[in-house]
């Protein structure tokens, strides 16, 4: 166990440059070129009062003085204040918006292992026929396909030619209402609507989320299917596969007991690092959905062209990119002992 | 030009052709045959495209927005007013010129600092390696958008969005290729081979370049197409997002999909379908090229001429 504890030590310890080499970065590229009031409202205000706002934020100072202060305000955990809309906390925003980026994100993570072990699995079984040729173009097309693309493909045949689903929107207008009437609401619509013991409200929000978690999920689950049928295959030739055979173990119980098992490691590690892409597929999702979540944020942010919000968004992301990663390290470090430093 | 380079580029795959067999030579043909169908459109895109990607009328007047599908119009017009056909056809000459600044450009960085960075070592080589894997682990969409917003401002001419649309992909990318560059010079540089090369007194550029770099440039055509289709991708993600470029400059597949959104919730399918298959079977192909040499390279995952299992 001493090696483990080395392990989670150094690489705890590692976080912190990498936050500090993200932040920094963002913060470089997003000031060179200069001051994000100029970018929101040059153009909009007489040059005097733009002036003015400039000196106020105080972006017209050096910028190694901005870039000290800015990163004393991170590590006190002040990302900064957006400059449009409601003029609020870049935390705040992420406070109240998390919750739907995050319930997408899971939605989306379970449609792509529901999708990515079975076919990975039967894709592996049926290694070099037909049924495998299928299977990996299938998971190709997932990749090939931007989620908002296959979003828009999904709306137009579910929502408008068969008017089964809702076509935007993370709940109904009333549902939304009845959802915000509910104590302590989370902001994660699912847990409310259980909380509020309506099963017309619970069935609401499925129904809006079945599309969106489909869209972010495939692009997942196509990676799923790759990984699954490379590691079913390679471990179906190993041999305790083959002594099990030969004591008669039928080969659906190879494929799914004894092949499956060891293939399952790779995923948890590979799930760390889909976390990245799916917070990148969870902005075009949620764009393409309108479901009001950071990534719905933040496309808004950018069309007003408000960089402050955009670089205090971006830097949140990145700290929460780097801890989930942290964890999924030491995950894949307690399983695996060949991870370890 | 362009498609001379990457003519010659395609050579080799002669060989892989040969190499694959059955269900592997299908995917690696088929994706052959996407990317030679993007790459002529792209090339003769003036010659193809029965009007301009700017064009709003002809001699008989405008086109009219949203028109459905016709003989004058194959694919419908768009909300703008803009022939769908003609800006598909546009779009590829801007996604081949966007994955060639791009990758182009990774190409020369990443080498270049994987190459520093393994053969040096010392604390250059540590500063490198925890920059590289910081931006690696970091969503490669929010980067974009970042170097986006740096680069143009957002919005943006030809040739002021192509570069744009590079460099973006180009931040992402420069990682992916020092990463591998940089271990694979780590893994040469103990070779007897370049020990020899330094006792007879190479220079170290000298070994950088000729001993180190031609034998760790093995995997680079496997990176290559992935990456130029994770560039297709990202193109019109930004563009998508309103990143792209200006329609009146050149035509975006993505830009076109986001103009598209609200036309979905009204039943009209063509300015959103047919721009997307593009973008689809261009990452497809790519791919397809890319998954089959990956399988070629590796003995484990080349299928063997029929030999029945068990």
Redesign the interface.
């Known amino acids: 166990m001493k090696g483990l504890w080395r392990y989670v030590l150094v690489r705890f310890l590692l976080i912190f440059?990498?936050i500090f080499?993200?932040v920094s970065?963002?913060f470089l590229?997003?000031r060179?070129?200069?001051d994000p009031i100029t970018?929101a409202l040059g153009g909009k205000l007489p040059p005097d009062q733009l002036q003015e706002l400039i000196h106020q934020a105080g972006y017209d100072r050096p910028l190694w003085i901005q870039y000290f202060e800015y990163l004393g305000q991170v590590f006190t955990g002040n990302f900064g204040t957006t400059l449009t809309g409601n003029r609020e906390p870049v935390v705040d925003v992420l406070l109240r918006y998390g919750g739907a980026t995050l319930e997408l994100a899971v939605y989306a993570l379970i449609v792509a292992l529901l999708v990515g072990i079975p076919l990975g699995m039967l894709a592996a079984k049926l290694?070099?026929r037909?049924g495998?040729?299928a299977l990996?173009?299938f998971a190709?097309?997932c990749?090939?396909?931007?989620v908002?693309?296959a979003g828009?493909?999904l709306?137009?045949v579910f929502?408008?030619?068969l008017q089964v689903l809702p076509?935007?929107g993370r709940a109904s207008p009333r549902g939304v209402i009845a959802l915000d009437r509910v104590d302590g609401a989370t902001g994660i619509y699912l847990i409310d609507a259980i909380r509020s013991g309506n099963p017309a409200l619970v069935g609401d929000v499925l129904s809006h989320a079945v599309l969106p978690a489909i869209a972010l999920g495939l692009l997942t689950g196509g990676i799923f299917l790759r990984l699954v049928r490379?590691n079913v295959i390679?471990t179906l030739g190993t041999g305790y596969v083959d002594a099990a055979r030969s004591r008669g173990v039928s080969e659906f119980r190879l494929t799914t007991k004894h092949a499956y098992r060891p293939a399952l490691v790779p995923i948890i590690t590979v799930i760390g690092l889909q976390v990245?892409?799916l917070?990148?597929?969870a902005?075009?999702t949620e764009?393409?959905f309108e479901w009001r979540g950071l990534g719905y944020e933040l496309?808004e942010f950018?069309?007003a062209?408000d960089?402050v919000a955009?670089q205090g968004i971006?830097a949140l992301?990145?700290v929460i990119?780097?801890l989930t990663?942290f964890v999924v390290d030491l995950i894949a470090a307690a399983i695996d002992p060949r991870v370890r430093y | 030009m362009s498609a001379l380079s990457a003519r010659v580029g395609r050579l080799p795959l002669i060989r892989q052709v040969r190499q694959s067999v059955g269900l592997q030579r299908g995917m690696l043909v088929t994706g052959l045959v996407l990317v030679g169908v993007v790459v002529l459109a792209a090339v003769f895109a003036p010659l193809l495209a029965p009007y301009g990607y700017a064009q709003l009328g002809d001699a008989s007047g405008n086109f009219g927005a949203q028109q459905s599908p016709s003989p004058a119009h194959w694919f419908g017009t768009t909300v703008g007013g803009y022939d769908v056909l003609s800006r598909l056809i546009w779009g590829a000459r801007t996604a081949v010129l966007v994955i060639v600044v791009g990758v182009v450009l990774s190409i020369v960085v990443g080498v270049l600092l994987g190459l520093l960075s393994g053969y040096l070592g010392g604390w250059l080589d540590r500063v490198l390696v925890v920059v590289a894997d910081a931006v690696y682990a970091f969503p490669s969409l929010l980067l974009a958008i970042v170097a986006a917003i740096v680069i143009s401002g957002g919005q943006s001419g030809l040739w002021s969005g192509i570069l744009a649309a590079g460099i973006s992909i180009t931040v992402i990318f420069i990682p992916q290729y020092f990463r591998v560059v940089r271990a694979e010079v780590v893994r040469v540089k103990s070779e007897a081979y370049v020990e020899s090369a330094q006792v007879v007194g190479a220079s170290s550029a000298r070994i950088m370049f000729v001993h180190a770099l031609r034998n760790s440039t093995r995997t680079l055509p496997l990176i290559f197409t992935l990456n130029a289709a994770e560039a297709v991708l990202t193109l019109a993600a930004l563009g998508f997002l309103g990143f792209g470029i200006e329609p009146t400059a050149a035509a975006e597949w993505g830009y076109d999909l986001n103009r598209a959104r609200s036309d979905v919730t009204s039943g009209i399918w063509w300015t959103s379908v047919f721009p997307g298959i593009a973008i689809v079977l261009t990452v497809l192909g790519l791919t397809l090229v890319g998954e089959s040499l990956n399988d070629l390279a590796d003995p484990r995952l080349r299928a063997r001429r029929k030999a029945k299992q068990r």
Do not use: E, H, Q
């Not at chain 1, 990749?143 to 931007?146: F, K």
């Open positions: 440059p990498t080499i993200l970065l963002v590229f997003m060179v070129t200069g970018a290694r070099d037909w495998d040729a990996r173009v190709i097309l990749y090939a396909t931007p908002f693309f828009l493909v709306k137009l929502s408008v030619w076509p935007s490379t390679s990245a892409m917070l990148g597929g902005v075009l764009t393409t496309a950018l069309a062209r960089f955009v971006v992301l990145a990119v780097a990663n």
